[in-house]
């Protein structure tokens, strides 16, 4: 059987980009959201005609706010919350952040699925996506990113390369992409770009 082509569409707003993977109708969600606003989030999805009851897992690239913010209100959704081993600890630091008019309701461990980066691949076959996610530290310690095997690459706040010059960890994490495949980037921010075939002099 061949496997179905993946769709990539964009249902971001406030300058962050929340990324659908689509395999047919099994959908990954990349990023979920500012705090308090699933109304946005769920219009936008509507707009895109993207049935919120298809979106089998949500991924944050990291945890903080403007990337997992509203990753509880996906869970008591439906949504199936994915979580790598390197960010538990990050997630109950989020409400430091977060101020009472932000909305921003508490992610609970119960009912995440927390998983290694060796295990992510089959996790991710089970919907129909080839690819892996893989730990690119630089902007935080917790983040990750989400490699397809055609070579897109989701990868949240990942600092970029030609503004990385004094931050190896970053550089190390572009460096990994690379080897392993990555062709263009999808940011949390601004438009897709082409991966440099080469780490700039
Ligand atoms: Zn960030």
Redesign the pocket.
């Known amino acids: 059987m061949k496997p179905t082509p993946l769709t990539i569409v964009n249902v971001g707003y406030r300058s962050t980009n929340y990324w659908v993977i689509s395999a047919g109708i099994a959908r990954l969600l990349v990023d979920i959201g500012w705090p308090g606003t699933m109304g946005k989030m769920l219009a936008t999805l509507d707009r895109m005609d993207i049935p919120l009851s298809e979106i089998r897992y949500a991924l944050a690239t ?1 945890y ?1 706010i ?2 997992a913010g509203l990753a509880q209100e996906l869970k008591n959704a439906g949504v199936s919350l994915l979580v790598l081993d390197v960010q538990v600890d990050a997630i109950p630091v989020m409400k430091t952040w977060t101020k009472p008019w932000d909305k921003y309701v508490e992610i609970s461990p119960q009912g995440n699925i927390t998983i290694s980066f060796p295990e992510s691949r089959t996790v991710l076959a089970q919907i129909g996506i080839g690819g892996e996610i893989i730990h690119t530290p630089g ?2 310690d917790d983040s990750v990113s989400l490699l397809l095997d055609n070579g897109p690459v989701f990868t ?2 990942l600092t970029p390369e030609e503004s990385a010059f004094d931050n190896p960890v970053a550089l190390a994490s572009w460096r990994l992409l690379r080897e392993k495949g990555a062709t263009t980037i999808y940011p949390a921010h601004g438009p897709t770009r082409p991966i440099e075939a080469a780490p700039p002099a």
């Open positions: 990291h903080h403007d990337h902007h935080s949240g706040d």
